[in-house]
């Protein structure tokens, strides 16, 4: 079954919502749209859902770590994109990343743990905890 036909699948079996609620005077309740929204959200989600944190194509940042001649430890940002998105047996995402303007050294795997950590989705989250973590030394 295609990840299309599981979702179709899932908003076939969904439980039926109420009707929008109308009000006294005959308005539109506007909080209950947003619950009937959120209510498709949770029960997606409570159904085995996956919503990655960026798509296929997003660019990506990545705080590297390597050797000089010196043996100090240098780190800088790269700025990579993500061309696949998958999950292994563990649900665990995974983001197949390369470097667009690069040789290809800088293609890597990074999964949903990294995030936060090396993995960044703006160059300014990038930018700050670098500059954390070489306060931190």
Known sequence: MT?????????????SVTDIE?????????NRILDKTEDLADYLLDNGVIVPPCKVGDTVYCIVGHETRDHWLVHEIIELQVCNIETDSNNTLWFD????????????????LDIGVDLFFTRKEAEQALKEREADV
């Open 22 to 30: 109308i009000d006294e005077e005959g308005n539109i309740i506007p």
């Open 3 to 15: 990840q299309k036909e599981r979702l179709v699948e899932l908003l076939d079996n969904m439980p």
């Open 97 to 112: 990343t390369f470097e667009p303007m690069g040789e290809g050294t800088n293609d890597r795997m990074l999964n949903e």
